[in-house]
């Protein structure tokens, strides 16, 4: 009896010993859910800047896609025989580890006339506008300050495919504080809607 048992603990004790150095499976990375764009001219319906230096990428979870939230909404009307161009962002992710930005917000461009080249903004445009909501602060940016180096740069604008494409950079002011954000390394790459 007494053999029995003790090798009963020798077999258990080598099982616990193989069990312990056993390796585990490599990790496979999980894909980023709200992934940092290239710049491309095809109507991938992307789009990113850098805030303060930081990235940001529109992206909705699935808590803003069941209150019916869309990530990136592009139009532009032509009712008045000149294009004005209309692109809306939101990021509402609750996990933050998808961004070096750890909180949300809301992103607002306006500008007529939209055509393809480089323009200064405001100076390019008849009609100009800029907006940032964030939630990591209490700010609203909604002023462009003309001292800044500001552009927008339309690389494609193909209306038989509905396609717009862009790069932009820009220096946002608070109304209420003074206070500036710098938009840098936008892109964005759209499917729009003429309205």
């Known amino acids: 009896m007494k053999n029995k048992i003790l090798l009963f603990l020798v077999s258990l004790m080598a099982a616990l010993w193989l069990f312990a150095c056993r390796k585990d499976p490599p990790q496979t990375p999980r894909p980023d859910r709200c992934p940092w764009p290239d710049i491309t001219t095809e109507g991938l319906n992307t789009f990113g800047c850098k805030i303060n230096g930081k990235e940001w990428v529109p992206c909705i979870d699935f808590y803003g896609s069941v209150a019916g939230l869309r990530p990136l909404d592009c139009t532009i009307t032509e009712s008045d025989g000149s ?94 504080t003074g206070k500036k954000v710098e938009i840098t390394d936008g892109r964005f790459d759209c499917k729009y809607y003429p309205q």
């Open 83 to 176: 294009n004005f161009l209309s692109i809306s962002v939101t990021r509402i992710v609750k996990d933050s580890t998808y961004s070096t930005i750890i909180s949300n917000g809301q992103m607002f461009f306006g500008f007529k006339p939209c055509k393809e080249g480089l323009f200064n903004v405001p100076e390019g445009f008849s009609h100009s506008s800029a907006k940032l909501f964030a939630d990591w602060e209490n700010y609203s940016y909604e002023l462009i300050d003309s001292m800044a180096n500001n552009y927008l740069q339309i690389t494609r604008l193909d209306t038989a495919t509905n396609i717009i494409s862009g790069l932009f950079q820009m220096t946002l002011v608070d109304l209420q």
